[in-house]
């Protein structure tokens, strides 16, 4: 079965840390830009991290979560992860991930592009909610 799979999401307290995973079934998800997008309880969605293929040495990051969040990769376990750190309520959404291989940058995946984009592959998404 080929799909992109969220996991790590849940309830936390403001200025907590969470672990998302995004992990790929049946394809190689070493030779896809992967991004982080989420939507907020105002349905609107938004670019968060997106991280280059391969070796994932290119990152890009909305203002928003600078500094409190960061993307990597592990090729081995076919997976993507995104760590956040110093959360807050407005933190608070649906997190999905993405992966594409015809995005030509990341800015561009993550901040150009409508975020409802038909990318390659979408996951189902994983709730995270900050209580303040």
């Known amino acids: 079965q080929v799909e992109l799979v969220e996991s790590g999401g849940g309830l936390v307290q403001a200025g907590g840390s969470l672990r998302l995973s995004c992990t790929a079934s049946?394809?190689?998800?070493?030779?896809?830009?992967v991004g982080w997008f989420r939507e907020g309880p105002g349905g609107e969605r938004e670019g968060v991290s997106c991280?280059?293929?391969?070796?994932?040495?290119?990152?890009y990051y909305a203002d928003s979560v600078k500094g409190r969040f960061t993307i990597s990769r592990d090729n081995v376990k076919n997976t993507v992860y995104l760590q956040m750190s110093s959360l807050e309520p407005e933190d608070t959404a649906v997190y999905y991930c993405?992966?594409?291989?015809?995005?030509?940058?990341?800015?561009?995946?993550?901040?150009?592009?409508?975020?409802?984009?038909?990318?390659?592959?979408w996951g189902q998404g994983t709730q995270v909610t900050v209580s303040s």
């Open positions: 049946g394809f190689p998800l070493n030779l896809y830009r």
């Open positions: 993405a992966a594409d291989l015809r995005i030509a940058t990341l800015e561009i995946m993550c901040a150009v592009i409508p975020p409802n984009y038909e990318y390659d592959y």
């Open positions: 991280i280059s293929s391969s070796d994932g040495s290119s990152t």
